[in-house]
């Protein structure tokens, strides 16, 4: 489920919130085993996630804007309640997009999230920090007549080599 609410305040701020929840069940898991290593079992249980999700963008005109949205979300095993150990409870993103001309774009964005826990088995080794990376993609497009929608792009993830984990 999931509902939202947006907002035009000038013809250049735009905002967003949406709340959700979605419940699964007969979840298919990667069980760890000793005679037969890894091996994926369904998993009876129902699992539920519920939270918040928050964006504002400013268009700056021309196709340069510039981004931010948070989720907040709750996941968890509904048998056990306990907290879903691989979903962060925090999550977000700060991005740009720069027209540097015509037929360029460079869009930049900083993704952070939040630390988790490890699961029960594996608590011994102790929770892992949040992160924040930086990916930047240089985009060209419109720059052969008839073929409009041809786009090339160049991609540079974690561009400050952020050393990091995440399930």
Request: a negative charge; charged letters at 25%; proline letters at 1%.
């Amino acid at each position: 489920y999931e509902i939202s609410l947006g907002a035009e305040f000038d013809h250049a701020l735009t905002a967003r919130l949406t709340g959700f929840q979605n419940t699964i069940k007969d979840n298919i898991n990667l069980e760890y085993t000793e005679s037969q290593g890894g091996i994926f079992q369904t998993f009876g249980g129902k699992l539920r996630s519920r939270g918040i999700e928050a964006e504002m963008r400013y268009d700056f005109g021309r196709g340069t804007y510039a981004a931010v949205n948070y989720t907040w979300q709750k996941a968890e095993n509904l048998q056990s309640e306990e907290r879903l150990w691989n979903v962060p409870e925090h999550k977000g993103n700060i991005m740009a997009n720069i027209r540097l001309s015509r037929y360029l774009n460079l869009y930049t964005e900083l993704f952070f999230q939040d630390g988790y826990k490890r699961e029960r088995e594996d608590e011994a080794r102790g929770e892992h920090s949040g992160f924040g990376i930086v990916n930047a993609t240089l985009i060209a497009k419109k720059f052969l007549k008839g073929h409009e929608g041809l786009e090339i792009r160049g991609s540079v993830y974690n561009l400050l080599d952020k050393a990091y984990t995440s399930p």
